[in-house]
């Protein structure tokens, strides 16, 4: 006869899930690059490789520059533009 495994009554010590040591995860509700730069994440049993987390939000992070950067361009383009109309 095949074995019967019967799971434990209580958590098994060591695998249960590790208690935040940050606050959750907030964003403003329009984010800035400077936002991200202080984005921070705690560690959890299965949580991601943070070399690879800090990756992607330096690459986010430097996107959202360029494109507050592009649009502040444009901006300022616009107000030279709509000043020599009048």
Request: charged share 30%.
């Amino acid at each position: 006869m095949g074995r019967h495994f019967e799971s434990p009554h209580e958590p098994i010590v060591g695998l249960v899930e590790h208690q935040a040591s940050l606050p959750p995860v907030l964003l403003p509700e329009n984010p800035r690059a400077e936002h991200i730069d202080k984005v921070r994440f705690s560690l959890g049993l299965r949580g991601y490789r943070c070399d690879q987390v800090d990756d992607v939000l330096d690459l986010l992070a430097a996107e959202i520059t360029t494109l507050e950067n592009t649009i502040r361009d444009l901006e300022s383009r616009r107000v030279i533009s709509d000043t020599r109309e009048n």
